[in-house]
């Protein structure tokens, strides 16, 4: 009787994502400890009530996840309540994380990345995650959890596909530092490094456009921008840019630019393995080395013109005697 | 790419030892680098974002700094330079080419952004230094004694947060902005022996410059 009561209660209390997936999600019998953890990560709000509830009630039949395959007893009713009087006791310990314990992020990580082999078929969207988070035997209702949506999705997508440069580069650079490969030109370096970048579009080129024009959403603005900026800087660090000048803001807005032009030209590529994008991207780096060589030829002039100047200026100072020191 | 090669040409074992992110590789770095290979770092590895942060807006500031000090003495020495106070601000000149040198190299190496209004400051440490040295001796003197003095005062603003945060861990830098806070100061008692105090309007003048430089340093932190 009071386990009905307190079952109700709890349903009263609010379709909590938590409470609707264990509910959904059929996971009878033997439960994984992940998934245990899974399920305390994310009601872990919904504890603290139940905590509240339940401190009391000591007639509560055994838990589900000690392994004892009870399939029978584990009806539906009585399950919220087994998984929540064991998980109140653990709230008791103040936090203290089991070997196995893992973050609401790294759940979501996980489920994101999972998510990524649906894209395909569902495109940038909320029913991706779903699918992945279906995949690792969570309820499709998780995708509650991402407040941002199909946006989280993307985010993490290129957050990924940087991480995954970043490390290439950092690997290249230290075969070149302990001698055992050759250092690029800096033309060749960030072409090959923008090409690795973009090829790993390649598995989600058909749904791509969607995913750009979510990034250009206002609210996802900031952040797809910083993870350009970053991977741009990244790029370059590793190309040997070590200026301390205005080169620093123009090289970084160059490649930029390069990266973007060649990911829409990608996009629209139909050509055998995108040849057409890199002799793109080819043409593109050429101009800026082109441009860079041509502004450092008129700066060089500028400055033969100015001390042309100051040889003529003083030449004069000198005939008219106002060249002695005072 | 001139680095990468310098460094090939001296390898460095202790990146053999963390093949992830080269900035993790700073920690060996430190470790190895009177062994073998010159480059050492200055600032420890960064823990999280926020020291990460302001361990850049102190750095991107000092850069910013050392770089119109530079461009200030450019400006007095085109005016000043053929006179005999030249050789005087010649060699206040060249330290600070130094200090702006070492600082070029932190910020290559640490991956610090430097402030977008670089070109402003050129111009305005130029402007400055010029229309003051055309006020004559006293009035570049004058110059010198308020910038210098704005420059000592921040940067031991800047070692007293250090030193609150963690001595221990800021050792290096904190060695640096003390060796440069001490050639600052050096350099103001330079320029108050050579008759600063009688330029007209010394007052005026110090104050105007050094509200500008507050102005400089609070912006270059920012952007």
Known sequence: MRSLWLDMAALVRGLRAGRVLRGLGSVQGIVSPQCRNVRRGFHRATLLRLADDSKSGTSVPPPSFHEVPTAGESSSSSEPLEDGQPNTSYQDQSGEHGEDYETEEQLQVRILTSALEFVPEHGWTVEAIAAGAETLGLSSASTGMFNNGAGDLVLHFVAQCNAQLAETLAEQHNLVQLGQAESKETAEFLRDAVEMRLRMLIPYIDTWPQAMSILLLPHNIPDSLKHLSTMVDDVWYYAGDRSTDMNWYTRRAALTGIFNTTELVMVQDSSPDFEETWDFLDNRIKDVVNMANTAKQVQATGEALVQGLMGAAITLKNLTGMNQRR | ?223
């Open chain 2, 1 to 223: 790419m001139q680095r990468a090669a310098k460094c090939a040409l001296r390898p460095d074992l202790s990146l053999v030892f963390c093949p992830s992110s080269v900035r993790n590789c700073r920690a060996v770095n430190r470790v190895n680098g009177s062994v073998l290979c010159r480059r050492y770092s200055v600032l420890p590895p960064p823990r999280d974002k926020e020291e990460k942060a302001m361990l850049d807006s102190m750095l991107r500031v000092d850069h910013a700094g050392e770089y119109g000090a530079n461009r200030i003495y450019a400006g007095q020495m085109a005016v000043l330079g053929r006179t005999q106070t030249g050789p005087l601000i010649q060699h206040m000149w060249d330290q600070e080419k130094i200090h702006l040198e070492k600082f070029n190299e932190i910020l290559g190496e640490h991956r610090v952004r430097p402030t977008l209004l670089l070109p402003l400051w050129n111009i305005a440490g130029f402007a400055l230094g010029a229309c003051t040295a055309l006020l004559g001796k006293e009035g570049a003197m004058a110059c010198t004694v308020s910038v210098e003095e704005s420059i000592s005062e921040h940067y031991n603003s800047q070692i007293r947060t250090l030193m609150e945060t963690d001595p221990e861990r800021y050792t290096e830098l904190l060695q640096i902005i003390k060796e440069f806070r001490d050639d600052e100061i050096e350099h103001h008692d330079t320029g108050l022996e050579h008759d600063a105090e009688s330029v007209p309007g010394y007052f005026l003048l110090k104050t105007a410059i050094q509200v500008g430089c507050k102005a400089a340093i609070y912006i270059s932190q920012r952007i």
